[in-house]
């Protein structure tokens, strides 16, 4: 992927299925794919950023990586060695190396436990250093995260704290370890655009004074603009797009990734004026269909081809890839509008 | 004629350290057939001005001063059973926990059907269900699925649901508190175009609600900026927009991340808002304000009028505006 960056972590055709209760769709209950065959590279000091709708499979994608749970096929690596057997130290050493940060504050952090607590807790875990290293460590990841001055903080719980200040306290609980790699699933969508700009800024800080490479996760395309260097687009387990994030939120070329643009705010984005308008305005009726994920919902689709195969990610240029058969490089998408 | 006007509104709640103003000395107006937007981050007063023109407060939620003249009638001079006249028929309310609002254990036709027959008991059952699928129709919920419960449905459909109830018994006015905020952009898009139709349609006014610039300013003529719990500009979404005033409506646009031109990096704004139960004097701002100076706590603010459709409440700009 150019730059001579190396790859720190790989999902290689990653598949994850839940088996739901059957509730509403019969007694044996029915597979939900979480993952279909997600095949992601992530570089080492990027920051690469998950985008798709509720459901998409973002948050399933960090719960793998930071080994909360199995996936069904595929495998992961971490600086090319294969994570899914590790065992013993090798996997306490693994999860020093990874961390997650969550999206919701207000259930992440143990309400029983004083933010200096909290922050150390993983320290102790991990047997890092003496009582006088940790409470330095603390300190440190306490400023480095804006709680400053940290003994103001330090003896106070969850309840007493702000949503940005939750968050801020989340933060220094997955960096006191010094990660390399850090999953953040949407860690500011509880709040406000003033603390969300904070935390976004924080996690540059951390990006460019301790070269952590972070997989980030949200629904907010600007949010992703601003902070990533690559982004994928996902759309029910599938990863629909991927490329450079300027180049795809610039010049998207999957039907989804367009119709997600046509979707914003029109006042304040309507610097594009550019309209795609690849989004059906009433779904289409299948049923069992093997083909495209998006063809129920896309307007570019052909019939046949769209609902029998499901299109490959294919590569448009060096850094930018689709999953779409009609997506292709130079040829201008449609862009009605105004002339 | 204005449809609504406040005038110098103070909202406040009784809680255990004292009396908290939640909302202080706002006013204005609202045209029939506009739609007005407030933004302003988590806690400064936009719930707690919709619930109050409703009449809706919680019980420890107390109207302290101020008018609301709604249709040529003073709304905190009527009696409660006056009030349950008013509320629904003729102005509704979307709450910011909408997806809860549906009754889990009724069909979604029976709940809207309800709504309009208890406001209008002459209709009879069967004119009732056939306005209920007129309803849904506008909304862009299938007619097919109206016989489902409420957990049968997706988020979007759910919101779609309650706009429906919203619009049951055709009020003048709808108050929407961030009816979109748990929702995907694409639903989001398709219910925020259904608002705009619905409203052009029957010429109903609007106040929309929500800490999302972006969301207000597409639905919104006119944008009231709230902070602390006060309105600190007002003014055509265009002027807010094109040519803020407020030092504090340029550091909210400038926290937000943006599509379009150039990435620039974002400036949040340092500090946190005053307690409102002992609010400082002059400008709330003042802690967290890059061009503070000493008089914004001294002198008296004012609001500033920039054109006859843009006003700001700062000193500062007066004192620059050379007034
Ligand atoms: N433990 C589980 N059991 C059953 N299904 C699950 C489970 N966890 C996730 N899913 C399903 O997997 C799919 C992907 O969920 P996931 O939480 O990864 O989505 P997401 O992209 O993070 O969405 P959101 O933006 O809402 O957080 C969804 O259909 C979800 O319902
Ligand atoms: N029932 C209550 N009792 C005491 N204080 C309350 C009550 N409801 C709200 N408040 C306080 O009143 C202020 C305004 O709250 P309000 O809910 O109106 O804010 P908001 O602008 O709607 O915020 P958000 O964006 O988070 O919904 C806040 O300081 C809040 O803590
Ligand atoms: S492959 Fe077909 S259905 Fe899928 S996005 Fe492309 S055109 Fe649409
Ligand atoms: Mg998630
Ligand atoms: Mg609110």
Redo the contacts between chains.
């Keep these: 992927m150019g730059n001579g960056k190396q790859t720190i972590l790989e999902l290689d055709r990653i598949v994850k299925r839940y088996r739901t209760k059957g509730f509403?769709f019969g007694a044996h209950g029915q597979d939900v794919i979480a993952l279909n065959e997600v095949f992601i590279k992530i570089l080492r000091g990027e920051i690469f950023g998950l985008v798709g709708?509720?459901g998409s499979g973002k948050t399933t994608a960090g719960r793998l990586i930071v080994r909360l749970e199995q996936p069904d096929q595929g495998k992961i690596y971490l600086d090319g060695r294969d994570i899914t057997g590790l065992k013993g130290k090798a996997s306490k050493d693994y999860s020093r190396r990874v961390q997650m940060i969550f999206q919701d504050p207000y259930q992440s952090l143990n309400p029983l436990l004083s933010v200096f607590d909290t922050i150390s807790e993983p320290l102790i875990i991990h047997k890092i250093g003496n009582a006088e290293a940790r409470e330095d460590s603390v300190w440190q990841a306490m400023k480095s995260v804006g709680l400053s001055p940290p003994h103001d903080f330090a003896h106070r719980y969850p309840h007493q704290l702000?949503?940005g200040q939750r968050q801020r306290v989340a933060i220094a609980h997955a960096m006191v370890l010094k990660p390399e790699f850090v999953v953040a699933d949407e860690p500011t969508s509880m709040l406000?655009?003033?603390?969300?700009?904070?935390i976004?800024?924080i996690l540059l800080e951390m990006r460019r004074r301790l070269k952590v490479t972070f997989l980030f996760i949200t629904?907010?395309?600007?949010?992703a603009?601003?902070l990533c260097d690559r982004i994928a687009v996902m759309y029910k387990g599938n990863l629909m797009e991927i490329g450079p994030a300027?180049e795809v939120?610039r010049n998207p070329k999957h039907p989804y990734t367009q119709?997600?643009?046509?979707?914003?705010?029109?006042?304040?984005?309507s610097?594009?004026v550019k309209r795609y308008e690849t989004?059906l305005q009433a779904e289409r009726e299948v049923s069992g269909y093997v083909g495209c994920p998006f063809f129920v919902r896309c307007k570019v689709a052909r019939a046949p081809k769209c609902s029998r195969e499901k299109p490959p990610l294919k590569k448009l240029d060096d850094s930018h890839s689709v999953a779409c058969f009609y997506a292709e490089p130079g040829i201008k998408t449609r862009s009605g509008g105004k002339a | 004629m204005a449809l609504l006007e406040v005038e110098d509104l103070t909202i406040g709640y009784q809680s255990q350290r004292g009396f908290l103003k939640a909302v202080e000395g706002v006013s204005f107006s609202l045209d029939k057939g506009r739609s007005l937007g407030f933004v302003g981050?988590?806690g400064c007063g936009k719930t707690t001005l919709g619930m109050a023109l409703m009449r809706l407060l919680p019980p420890n939620g107390r109207i302290r001063e101020g008018r609301i003249l709604f249709d040529g009638q003073d709304l905190l001079e009527k009696t409660d059973e006056e009030m349950r006249q008013v509320r629904w028929q003729k102005m509704a309310m979307i709450f910011q926990t909408a997806m809860n609002a549906l009754n889990p254990v009724h069909r979604v036709n029976d709940q809207i059907a309800e709504a309009i027959l208890t406001h209008n008991p002459s209709l009879g059952k069967q004119v009732a269900y056939k306005q209920v699928e007129g309803l849904s129709r506008l909304v862009g919920l299938s007619k097919h699925r109206l016989r489902d419960y409420p957990h049968?449905y997706s988020?979007g459909m759910k919101q779609r649901a309650i706009i429906a109830m919203a619009l049951a018994c055709q009020p003048k006015l709808i108050i929407a508190d961030e009816p979109t905020t748990a929702l995907?952009?694409?639903v989001?898009?398709?219910i925020?175009e259904e608002i705009k139709n619905i409203q052009k349609e029957f010429d109903i006014s609007i106040i929309f609600i929500s800490?999302?610039?972006?969301?207000v300013?597409?639905v919104s003529h006119d944008i009231g900026i709230m902070y602390a719990g006060q309105l600190v500009e007002y003014g055509a979404?265009e002027e807010v927009?094109e040519s803020p005033m407020h030092p504090y409506t340029k550091?909210?646009l400038s926290?937000?991340?943006?599509?379009?031109?150039e990435?620039a990096?974002?400036?949040?704004?340092p500090g946190?808002a005053p307690d409102l139960i002992h609010p400082p004097s002059g400008c709330r701002f003042f802690d967290r304000c890059a061009g503070a100076r000493a008089s914004c706590r001294t002198n008296p603010l004012v609001w500033l009028e920039i054109t006859p459709t843009h006003k700001v409440f700062c000193y500062q700009c007066g004192r620059q505006c050379g007034r």
């Excluded at chain 2, 800490?211 to 969301?215: A, E, G, L, T």
């Excluded at chain 2, 990096?265 to 704004?269: C, R, T």
């Design positions: 509403f709708e509720s702000s949503g406000d655009a003033s603390m969300s700009a904070q976004f800024n629904h907010s395309l600007a949010a603009r601003y300027e939120l119709a997600l643009m046509d979707a914003l705010p029109k006042f304040v984005h610097g594009g989004l | 981050e988590s049968q988020g995907d952009v694409i989001q898009d398709q925020l800490h999302d610039i972006s969301i300013a597409d979404r927009f550091a909210l926290s937000y991340p943006t599509l379009t031109g990435k990096q974002l400036m949040p704004i946190e």
